[in-house]
Each structure stands twice: as structure tokens, then as C-alpha cells.
């Protein structure tokens, strides 16, 4: 029997049977599916990350994986399953709220390291195993660790393009994102895209390596460059994509469906010419640069946001690699005008937090606000600024 003192809101699995708070999600009958599939696949243990394809900061709900396997919605974390055991990774951020939502088919590790998943794979699955995962949800340096860490142990890291959580998630999983991609007003942007492909192909030219093409799989990068917006994932204005842009030609990666009329015309105005954005399906971006990887050509990409699905079909002799693509740099250095709108929202943005002091001033001493009532007043009065697009995160407000 449990304690009396015990907490209520974590759980307990030195007990019979487990104590499970009710945040806790119970996840027997997923972790069964996945490792039907497995055993279909020859897996003996498979890797979870908390990614998306183009490792985004935030994910939307159709990408949260790990969310769903697991019941543990953090922001960070890395999930593996055996045919016995399943564990997670998390920081120490997320240790309280791990032991609130896992329920007692998980081990809780305290830890991040991929050393330490490598460890404890290396115990849980025996020699002559696959470990596998889906090579378009981690970053060429995140593959890289786990192949160090498991080199030369007898393992074999086998990358699986089919994911076999979408599998068993099945059409319980959400829809992809349908809402309109549209064009930033003039007025709001720092340069129009055609200036700022100009500007690339200028910095392809000037390289010592002379790359043909740079490829673009951050999602804020491709938004940047086309002045283009939309919601795919909650509190970012971006929309799911890839850019392979050479010296002649412009390949958008894209849902053309989505896009507004008028984003269409402006992408579509110089053609036929090297000014035209050809518009393929999202789908085709790997068969696409496969198929142009094939020729003589140097491809430059940013290792960061790249994932080592698409970086693997690349082969390694025409590849240029930074940290960073050379769209993500430039979008870094704001110009004159881009300056001026980044005060002006930060004058309007102060103007409701301003507005916001004032109003606990008055509330507090009546008992009347909390955390949640707080964050829901400050919203209301950041949306009523004019061009205000909603909060860029979702708040965090304590107090004492």
C-alpha cells in the first residue's frame, strides 16, 4: 500500500498494483502496435525523437510523435523501444512533468546525453540487432552520434523511411496543415524575394567552391526568402517546405493548393525565366534531389536544419556544408527597414504590456488575477494592437 504522504500528482511504480495520477496516459496497447510492427520490420529497438523533418524549435500536433507513443508532451525529449522495455530522455526541465503524465511501461532517464542512449541500448538489444529509425527526423550530427556510439558494438543503425509510429498511429494521427500559405504585405517586408534570390545567387557566385545549388529545409528559411507566411504549427508563421534554388531555376517544395491567389502570381510572374518558381508537390523534394545530385553540381546546404534523410541521398564529394545555409544568415542581418519594423512592433508590444501593469496594479490587490487569468488578459490586450498575428509562444507567468 502507498504511504499516506505520498504525492498524489506523479506516479508510483514501486507499488501493486502501479499508481498512476490522472494525467498519466496509458500506453499498452501503443506500445504493442509498435512492436507488432517492429518484429514486421526485423527492429529490435526503434528511436523516437521529439522532432519534425525540418527541426523545428516547435512541432505541430501531427508531428508529436513521441507525444502520442508516450503521453509526455515536453518539448524535448527521445523515446526507445524494445520488445521489453521502452525508456525516455528528457532534461531536468521535464523531470516532474515525466513522472505526472509516463505511465509504468517507461523508465524515466535523467539525462539527454546520446551517450547514454547508446549505453542502454547497447544492454537492452544483443548482438546482431537492428536499431533503427526514420532518417528524416534527425540531424545529420544527431545521426552521426548514434553512429558513434554504437560503432563496432555488433549493432547495426539501420535508417527506416517509413515511420512506424505513423503506422500504428494510423488515421488517428491529425490531418496535414490546409490553411492558406499567403504573401507578406510589401509594407512589412525588408527586400522583395527576387532581391533577395539575387542576393544568394550573388554569395553562390563569390564562394570559392561555386556551388550550383543551395538547399533550404528550415521551414522560416523558404518563408523568408518568398516573403511567404501561414500556420502549420502553433505560434510560428511558417508552412511546410523545402527550397532548391540554382543558378537558373527556383524549386518550391510546397502544397500548391494552399497557396493564396495572389502569393501564386507573385511566385509565378517571371516565368518562363530564371526568376519563376517551378512549384512541386512536398513530397517530391528527396526524388528531386536525387535526381539532380546525379549531375555536376556542388549542393550548399546548412547542417542545422537539415535532416539525414535528405543529406544521405547527396553524395559526399558534391556537397558544401556550413552550419548554416546562406538564407538563414542573411535573414539574420535585418536592413534599415526591417529595423524600423522590428521597433515599431516592440513600441506597440510595449503599449500592452504597459497596459497589462497597469491592470494588475488594480486586480491583484482584490484577488481577483492568477497565472492562467493573467496570460489570458495580456493576449487579449496584445491582440487588440494593430497587425498583431497572435503570441509567438505560448505564455509562461509564475509569481512570488
Known amino acids: 500500500p502507498r504511504a499516506a504522504s505520498a504525492r498524489t500528482d506523479v506516479r508510483d511504480c514501486s507499488v501493486h498494483p502501479p499508481y498512476l495520477p490522472p494525467t498519466a496516459i496509458n500506453t499498452t496497447v501503443r506500445l504493442a502496435a509498435l ?10 529497438a526503434y528511436i523516437v525523437p521529439s522532432s519534425d523533418a525540418h527541426m523545428s524549435e516547435y512541432i505541430a500536433e501531427r508531428d508529436s510523435r513521441l507525444g502520442w507513443l508516450t503521453g509526455f508532451t515536453g518539448s524535448a525529449g ?7 522495455k521502452a525508456a525516455l530522455w528528457t532534461d531536468s526541465r521535464y523531470w516532474t512533468q515525466a513522472e505526472r503524465q509516463l505511465d509504468c511501461n517507461w523508465e524515466l532517464q535523467r539525462t539527454i546525453w546520446i551517450e547514454s542512449i547508446g549505453l542502454w541500448i547497447l544492454e537492452a538489444v544483443p548482438v546482431g540487432g537492428n536499431i533503427s529509425l526514420d532518417p528524416f527526423l534527425f540531424s545529420i550530427d544527431t545521426w552521426n552520434s548514434y553512429s558513434r556510439a554504437l560503432h563496432g558494438s555488433g549493432r547495426t543503425l539501420l535508417p527506416i523511411e517509413t515511420n512506424l509510429v505513423d503506422q500504428v498511429w494510423g488515421d488517428q494521427r491529425p490531418p ?3 490553411s492558406e500559405i499567403y504573401s507578406l504585405p510589401a ?6 524575394w527576387q532581391e533577395k534570390v539575387a542576393g544568394i545567387r550573388q554569395q553562390m557566385e563569390q564562394h570559392v567552391r561555386r556551388p550550383t545549388a543551395v538547399l533550404l529545409s528550415g521551414l522560416e528559411e523558404t518563408a523568408w ?3 511567404l507566411r501561414g500556420d502549420d504549427i502553433p505560434y510560428n508563421p511558417v508552412f511546410y517546405s523545402y527550397t532548391l534554388l540554382t543558378k537558373t531555376t527556383i524549386s518550391l517544395f510546397v502544397d500548391e493548393m494552399r497557396l493564396s491567389a495572389a502569393a501564386r502570381q507573385s511566385l509565378r510572374a517571371g516565368c518562363p525565366g530564371p526568376l519563376c518558381v517551378e512549384l512541386q508537390q512536398y513530397g517530391q523534394a528527396r526524388a528531386h534531389l536525387r535526381r539532380y545530385a546525379q549531375g555536376n553540381v556542388t549542393i550548399w546546404l546548412g547542417t542545422e536544419y537539415t535532416t539525414y534523410g535528405l543529406y544521405g541521398v547527396i553524395p559526399q564529394e558534391k556537397l558544401l556544408e556550413d552550419s548554416y545555409s546562406p538564407v538563414m544568415l542573411a535573414k539574420a542581418v535585418k536592413n534599415a527597414k526591417e529595423q524600423d519594423l522590428l521597433r515599431a512592433a516592440h513600441v506597440r508590444d510595449a503599449v500592452a504590456v504597459i497596459q497589462y501593469l497597469l491592470w494588475l496594479e488594480k486586480m ?7 497565472e492562467f ?5 495580456i493576449d487579449t490586450l496584445r491582440q487588440a494592437q494593430e497587425h498583431s498575428r497572435g503570441p509567438s509562444f505560448q505564455s509562461i507567468s509564475a509569481s512570488g
Open 225 to 227: 526568402l518568398f516573403n
Open 176 to 178: 496535414p496543415a490546409s
Open 187 to 192: 509594407e512589412f517586408t525588408g527586400s522583395s
Open 78 to 84: 527521445t523515446g526507445v523501444v524494445t520488445q521489453d
Open 373 to 377: 487569468s493573467g496570460a489570458q488578459h
Open 364 to 370: 491583484v490587490p482584490q484577488g481577483r488575477v492568477d
Open 35 to 44: 512492436r507488432d510492427t517492429m518484429r514486421a520490420h526485423g527492429v529490435h
